[in-house]
């Protein structure tokens, strides 16, 4: 597939599209450049003397749109007729902002430093998102997003990811009271994710590109599974009216499958590789060497766009993007690793909705304790633990067992060039009762 999509991107056509990308996105690249140097030149002065900031080890890098309230970040980059008070929240702006400095920078182990760099496509909101951050912002850029429609968000989502990473890198490298020391990791996330605990950086392997656990709910059709379930959750599952117990009860990998084509060949040959195409696309953690690499996405969309098309994906998401470049572009499937350890969610969805007609408020599903990927048997009910040898195995404890790449990819159903991702629903992996 890679050959082919890379012989397919030389053709005349697919060079004319990916000029047309070029051609969109050079402007903002002008404007990063010019706020870097201008940034730099204010670190340069006011941080002269070195023992007035410490050396930070990570840097957290806020990328992509944050939308107006109740909306999402796809349709603050698409709706027309809106204005830009009306595309940006200032509570969403002020919600993130707090979390990110409680429960990311301010929350590592003593001496442990966080730099912030921010790079976003809401440039009417660029004095609001500076000044939520104070002392820690370092450098930011806001620029308007060069790519706005519906099948560019993923692209556009790349594209602020690297040039975040670029900030940083050249903040990193020229920058003199660094004197050239790399940051540990980067801490990629949505500037619109909203922590609901302490995020433990170093707990992420600095080499590797971590990611969410993520695992899906399915039917169970199964008579044998249902009665496992239902002996597993006894008592503590609360029954609604015209609410199956079996509609959404298994846990089983996500994947792009509800992107996928049933006559595609590729899909038709290995039905595992589905599996292998689909993460969580809200933050991670890498290496800058890895991350500045998102800004080259767009401009080898035709690369990207042919080996989704050998997919069968429809329609890009950041959820299939982001797998296609670490796996096809990067070569890097065997750095990936998961981790349960951030609970997160997008502020839109966090943040208590207003009360309705009948008087009763919506819940946040993170006050709720709804973690992305966590063990989660049923919607209906509250089983979610997962028990061996009686005691309760957490995902993060799975994890870090050492991994049995053939046994997982096997369980799984993944080829075993994809073995490592496995590990995203590790709630699948754990032992045989």
Not at 46 to 51: P, Q
Not at 297 to 315: N, P, Q, S, T
Not at 377 to 391: D, E, L, P, S, W
Request: hydrophobic content about 45%.
């Amino acid at each position: 597939m890679r050959v082919a999509c890379v012989l397919l991107a030389l053709l005349p056509s697919a060079r004319a599209r990916t000029r047309k990308w070029r051609d969109e996105v050079e402007d903002a690249r002008n404007v990063t450049e010019s706020q870097m140097a201008d940034g730099l030149a204010r670190v340069a002065a006011g941080w002269r003397d070195e023992s007035s900031r410490p050396v930070a080890e990570f840097a957290l890098l806020l990328t992509g749109r944050a939308p107006g309230f109740g909306i999402s970040s796809t349709q603050a980059l698409n709706a027309a007729g809106l204005r830009d008070h009306e595309r940006t929240s200032v509570s969403t702006i002020i919600f993130a902002a707090r979390s990110h400095l409680e429960f990311v920078v301010r929350a590592q182990e003593a001496g442990v430093g966080v730099d912030v760099f921010v790079h976003s496509w809401n440039p009417e909101a660029a004095a609001l998102i500076d000044a939520q951050y104070g002392e820690h912002l370092v450098l930011s850029a806001h620029e308007r997003p060069p790519l706005s429609g519906v099948r560019d968000k993923a692209y556009s989502h790349a594209l602020s990811i690297g040039r975040a990473a670029l900030l940083a890198r050249h903040y990193e490298r020229a920058a003199p009271q660094r004197r050239g020391v790399a940051y540990r990791l980067l801490f990629a996330v949505r500037i619109d994710l909203v922590f609901g605990r302490p995020v433990r950086l170093r707990l992420f392997a600095p080499r590797r590109i971590t990611l969410a656990t993520r695992c899906c709910a399915g039917a169970v059709k199964a008579e044998r599974e249902r009665a496992s379930f239902l002996r597993a959750c006894a008592g503590r599952i609360a029954p609604r009216r015209g609410v199956s117990h079996f509609a959404r009860a298994r846990l089983e990998p996500c994947s792009a499958g509800r992107l996928m084509s049933a006559s595609s060949a590729y899909a038709r040959a290995q039905p595992g590789v589905s599996r292998a195409f689909y993460v969580l696309d809200w933050w991670l953690a890498a290496p800058s060497d890895d991350l500045v690499t998102w800004a080259e996405v767009v401009a080898d969309r035709a690369f990207y766009e042919c080996a989704g098309r050998a997919l069968g994906i429809k329609m890009m998401w950041g959820h299939l993007l982001w797998p296609l470049h670490i796996h096809e572009a990067l070569g890097a499937t065997s750095r990936i690793a998961f981790s349960s350890a951030v609970l997160a969610e997008i502020a839109r969805l966090a943040r208590p909705h207003k009360r309705k007609a009948s008087g009763k408020a919506n819940g946040t599903r993170l006050a709720a304790g709804w973690v992305p990927g966590a063990p989660k048997t049923t919607r209906v009910g509250h089983c979610m633990a997962i028990v061996h040898g009686g005691k309760q195995l957490l995902p993060e404890a799975i994890l870090a067992t050492p991994a049995d790449a053939r046994r997982e990819a096997a369980i799984v159903g993944l080829p075993e060039r994809f073995a490592p991702m496995a590990r995203m629903c590790p709630t699948l992996l754990a032992p045989e009762a």
